[in-house]
T-cell receptor, first 114, second 114 residues
Framework: QKEVEQDPGPLSVPEGAIVSLNCTYS??????FMWYRQYSRKGPELLMY????GNKEDGRFTAQVDKSSKYISLFIRDSQPSDSATYLC??????????????FGQGTILTVHP | DGGITQSPKYLFRKEGQNVTLSCEQN?????MYWYRQDPGQGLRLIYY???????QKGDIAEGYSVSREKKESFPLTVTSAQKNPTAFYLC?????????????FGSGTRLTVV
């Protein structure tokens, strides 16, 4: 079993739709949860991070973590064509003096069509 | 502007040939990483380095080698021992942000075996 499993998609939605992207993880030692966005032929960029159960909002984006179920989600409201990208969840058990190894999900390709 | 520069953007390798991918950062980050990205598999860690003159194997180090002679530079050599090198290679660096390691990625090198 992989440490992090991400719904592979691909996902195709109309502009304005609410998008839900999901990952599950197996190691309860994971403490830090991140979402990266990657445009075609580019490196990933950090979109959101959280370290506790619950919701965190940033504009149209909401990151949700449920540690009891080992489940994380990213919601995109009022999706735009510019949101079309690959979304990667990334999880870390590191902090403090560790080097900060990230474990990535497989990525979900999202297309928002006008 | 600070960032990570990867070169070349596209690279073609003949069978049995070694090739070196360049990664340079001017962010003054201590830690640097090499990831490999294949469709449907997310990012897999090849090598990482926390300080100059020290590096560690990641999850898929076989057939690859690295060096870290300067803080700014972390080149990756794909050797002839790597049997399936065609992939998108991403270099990253990180810095501790108080609760998690913030990663910065380069724009990647796409390597193709011809």
């Amino acid at each position: 079993q992989k440490e992090v499993e991400q719904d592979p998609g691909p996902l195709s939605v109309p502009e304005g739709a609410i998008v839900s992207l999901n990952c599950t993880y197996s190691n309860s030692a994971f403490q830090y949860f991140m979402w990266y966005r990657q445009y075609s032929r580019k490196g990933p960029e950090l979109l959101m991070y959280t370290y506790s159960s619950g919701n965190k909002e940033d504009g149209r984006f909401t990151a949700q973590v449920d540690k009891s179920s080992k489940y994380i989600s990213l919601f995109i409201r009022d999706s735009q064509p510019s949101d079309s990208a690959t979304y990667l969840c990334a999880i870390s058990s590191a902090g403090g003096t560790s080097y900060g190894k990230l474990t990535f999900g497989q990525g979900t390709i999202l297309t928002v069509h006008p | 502007d600070g960032g990570i520069t990867q070169s070349p953007k596209y690279l073609f390798r003949k069978e049995g040939q070694n090739v070196t991918l360049s990664c340079e950062q001017n962010l003054n980050h201590d830690a640097m990483y090499w990831y490999r990205q294949d469709p449907g598999q997310g990012l897999r860690l090849i090598y990482y380095s926390q300080i100059v003159n020290d590096f560690q194997k990641g999850d898929i180090a076989e057939g690859y080698s690295v060096s870290r002679e300067k803080k700014e530079s972390f080149p990756l050599t794909v050797t002839s021992a790597q049997k399936n090198p065609t992939a998108f290679y991403l270099c990253a660096s990180s810095i501790w942000r108080g609760r998690f390691y913030g990663y910065t990625f380069g724009s990647g090198t796409r390597l193709t075996v011809v």
